[in-house]
């Protein structure tokens, strides 16, 4: 079923909602946008995703026109749209139109529904590579549309068999393109705590880690990270899945690891009842 989007007090088809190209999203890169998707036709921690688009747009201080209670009907109205029993949902925040491609009289919001592009089944047993690059996003803490990076890099992604890239800088790890990073080092899990978004799956894993495993968040070197037992990233779209190879290293057993396996059981779990 065509997918629907609310743009500015009005729902109506995806592929019939347009933007102006006087839009400071487009002439500015000045904007930003925020992604989940539903378990059982409910949206996923929605209070924390609701949390983290206001911290985006006050960050940018891009006024917000709407507020929670009237977001969340819009966003159950997209779901009931889509015909699906689970979709993703996309907000994107703008500058609006400006007549001198500088000044902000208006923003403009988006909130549309896509199809979920779920990871492969066997990269949860085998895990993924990713390509190493010296990197650090600007505003790393605002889910910003600045994505230039990672798409000037799909070449080189492609071109090593690798499914995403891995940002290091000064030779400390931060984060994958769109998702967070852990390692594990005997029965303590470790993620960086500076240069990342803190991801919504980010934050659902460490809750439900805390009460097995000793936690710390603080810088992680390359070093370590390649020594590490085992490496994992988190997202919407890969819940926890495992890190087996970074350019030609070989992580951990080049397979997912136990404790790993332990946290993608639990989250499965979780959202099989959410």
């Given at each position: 079923?065509?997918?629907?989007?609310?743009?500015?007090?009005?729902?109506?088809?995806?592929?019939?909602?347009?933007?102006?190209?006087?839009?400071?999203?487009?002439?500015?890169?000045?904007?930003?946008?925020?992604?989940?998707?539903?378990?059982?036709?409910?949206?996923?921690?929605?209070?924390?995703?609701?949390?983290?688009?206001?911290?985006?747009a006050r960050l940018l201080r891009?006024?917000?026109?709407?507020?929670?209670?009237?977001?969340?009907?819009?966003?159950?109205?997209?779901?009931?749209?889509?015909?699906?029993?689970?979709?993703?949902?996309?907000?994107?925040?703008?500058?609006?139109?400006s007549e001198d491609s500088v000044s902000m009289s208006k923003p403009n919001l988006l909130i549309m529904s896509e199809d979920i592009h779920p990871v492969k089944p066997e990269e949860y047993a085998n895990g993924i590579k990713v390509i190493a690059y010296e990197?650090?996003?600007?505003?790393?803490?605002?889910?910003?549309?600045?994505?230039?990076?990672?798409?000037?890099?799909q070449a080189d992604i492609k071109a090593a068999q690798a499914s995403d890239v891995l940002y290091h800088k000064n030779g400390f790890i931060s984060e994958l393109s769109r998702s967070n990073v852990f390692i594990f080092k005997g029965d303590t899990l470790i993620t960086p705590n500076t240069d990342i978004l803190k991801g919504i799956t980010r934050r659902t894993t460490l809750e439900l880690a805390k009460p097995h495993f000793k936690i710390e968040e603080r810088s992680i070197s390359f070093t370590e990270m390649l020594e590490a037992d085992e490496v994992f990233t988190t997202s919407t779209t890969k819940r926890v899945l495992p890190i087996t190879r970074v350019d030609n290293n070989v992580l951990g057993t080049g397979k997912i690891g136990a404790k790993t396996q332990f946290l993608l059981d639990l989250i499965n779990e979780m959202v099989k009842n959410w």
């Open positions: 079923m065509a997918h629907h989007c609310y743009f500015n007090g009005q729902i109506g088809s995806s592929e019939q909602t347009s933007v102006h190209i006087t839009d400071l999203g487009l002439l500015r890169g000045y904007g930003l946008f925020d992604y989940f998707r539903t378990y059982n036709g409910r949206p996923f921690q929605w209070d924390w995703y609701w949390e983290r688009y206001e911290r985006s891009l006024p917000n026109p709407v507020q929670k209670a009237e977001a969340y009907k819009i966003v159950m109205q997209l779901v009931e749209k889509s015909g699906l029993d689970d979709c993703a949902i996309r907000f994107i925040l703008t500058g609006g139109y990197f650090v996003r600007d505003l790393p803490e605002v889910k910003s549309t600045d994505y230039k990076h990672y798409m000037i890099l």
